[in-house]
């Protein structure tokens, strides 16, 4: 099983930038999908992207396509988010989790379990 600890939140103002790393533990991370979510207050916890085990395929959320980007360093056992042109309304606690399948990673919630999570908030 793998584990995923969230970092790289903060405050920044609307137009602005930040990366969030994943950092995994566990020997088989590199044959894992990895995809980030988040949860905004009051909201449920949704998709954001997604990266397949070997780089080569990803997917978004329309709501962040076009201006995040997921990349993934297999011989660091990391995943990143890239956040560009953030909006007030990303402002949420964002997740990253790991599954052998695609499509749970793509279309479901179902981990097992979820970690701490980094805060993003965009100002307007």
């Known amino acids: 099983q793998v584990q995923m600890v969230e970092s790289g939140g903060g405050l920044v103002q609307a137009g602005g930038s930040l990366r969030l790393s994943c950092a995994a533990s566990?020997?088989?991370?590199?044959?894992?999908?990895c995809g980030w979510f988040r949860q905004a207050p009051g909201k449920e916890r949704e998709f954001v992207a997604a990266?397949?085990?070997?780089?080569?395929?990803?997917h978004y959320s329309d709501s962040v396509k076009g201006r995040f980007a997921i990349s993934r360093d297999n011989t660091k056992n990391t995943v990143y988010l890239h956040m560009n042109s953030l909006k007030p309304e990303d402002t949420a606690v964002y997740y990253c989790?790991?599954?052998?399948?695609?499509?749970?990673?793509?279309?479901?919630?179902?981990?097992?379990?979820w970690g701490q999570g980094t805060q993003v908030t965009v100002s307007s």
């Open positions: 566990g020997r088989i991370f590199s044959v894992y999908a």
């Open positions: 989790n790991a599954d052998p399948s695609w499509v749970v990673v793509t279309t479901t919630l179902d981990f097992g379990s």
């Open positions: 990266i397949h085990w070997n780089g080569r395929s990803t």
